[in-house]
């Protein structure tokens, strides 16, 4: 074999040992969620293959999201997407600094001078009357729809670009996990009465406990919450474990489970979302030269009911983060 060949012999061999840890990592993650699963007949295999469907899914969905923004006072002059999430430079860095994730990263790197976060929020569009300048008169009750941006949080935070796509690939496929226990709950047919309410409370527990896209978009579990839901999700487990069920029940359990894995763009919604607003939030016409274009991701958030948030990826210096005092322990006991 020639020194190309070997090579490239090598470096397939790398690939290939690492796409198989990445598979065993997840299937790992899965059997925590549902440790039942293991009772299935070659459930690593089975979920092995379908899960190959679903990380090539996820990985091209990860690396499709656009490039990483800087979140910071200069940002806010500079980019129209920043400015219409916060109405101010100071809210920015308020919204930052009470971020208890944000806050542990820099804690634990010492040395870095920025974070690459998921910034996740509501975006509200509100449908108003305004007023608009046609040619030099000015018109009022003018029908506008205006955007507002709420509750932003940062849960996820990383030290590159790679890294932090990596991060949401897997909360990516936790969340393709979390959708095929909730529709083994759906199937009433298959499943006792008894199995379906037990698997149906893991699923609340589960989305209560931040799994999947809501623990990257949406707001954190309190601390005395966490140790409540962990108490329960181990309940739960218990009472699982000691059900007597059909010897089928395992092998339904992880058909439903892979049926989600392997066609991954089904059961996730992220989607990009475009506009033209002006300086004031209030989307324009779009074909304009008024205003400025800003660019969104939006993911469903499986759950009773069901909610969409935005997010885009950012860098956050360091040197904006405010210092923890007063202010900010009162922004964070007031959220």
Not at 45 to 63: G, Q
Not at 129 to 138: F, I, N, Q, T, W
Request: with cysteine; proline share 4%.
């Amino acid at each position: 074999m020639s020194l190309f060949g070997n090579l490239f012999a090598r470096q397939r061999a790398r690939t290939d040992s690492d796409d198989a840890q990445r598979v065993d990592a997840a299937i790992a993650r899965i059997v925590a969620m549902n440790p039942r699963l293991k009772n299935a007949h070659h459930y690593e295999r089975k979920l092995a293959a379908a899960l190959r469907t679903s990380l090539r899914y996820t990985d091209e969905l990860a690396a499709s999201l656009p490039p990483l923004r800087e979140a910071s006072a200069a940002a806010w002059a500079s980019d129209p997407a920043i400015r219409a999430i916060f109405a101010t430079p100071d809210d920015l860095a308020e919204a930052f600094s009470r971020s208890d994730t944000l806050r542990s990263w820099f804690d634990e790197h010492a040395d870095a001078v920025e974070a690459c976060a998921v910034l996740g929020m509501a975006m509200i569009e509100r449908h108003v009357l305004g007023v608009a300048l046609e040619g030099d008169a000015v018109r009022h009750d003018v029908p506008q729809t205006t955007l507002c941006f709420a509750d932003q949080r940062v849960r996820v935070c990383s030290d590159s670009d790679a890294s932090l796509r990596a991060e949401i690939g897997r909360r990516l496929i936790d969340q393709l996990a979390l959708e095929g226990l909730a529709s083994l709950a759906a199937d009433r047919r298959d499943l006792l009465r008894q199995s379906r309410e037990l698997i149906e409370q893991r699923v609340a527990l589960l989305e209560r406990q931040g799994t999947g896209m809501r623990g990257v978009v949406a707001a954190p579990v309190e601390a005395d919450d966490l140790a409540r839901l962990e108490a329960q999700m181990e309940q739960n487990a218990q009472e699982l474990a000691r059900l007597r069920m059909p010897g089928k029940l395992g092998e339904l359990e992880l058909a439903c489970l892979c049926k989600v894995l392997s066609k991954p763009s089904e059961h996730l919604y992220v989607q990009s979302r475009r506009m033209r607003i002006d300086m004031m939030n209030v989307v324009q016409p779009e074909r304009t030269a008024a205003g400025r274009e800003i660019e969104f991701q939006l993911a469903r958030i499986p759950g009773n009911p069901a909610v969409v948030r935005a997010f885009t990826l950012v860098r956050f210096p360091r040197r904006e983060l405010l210092p923890a005092g007063l202010r900010i322990d009162a922004a964070m006991r007031a959220i």
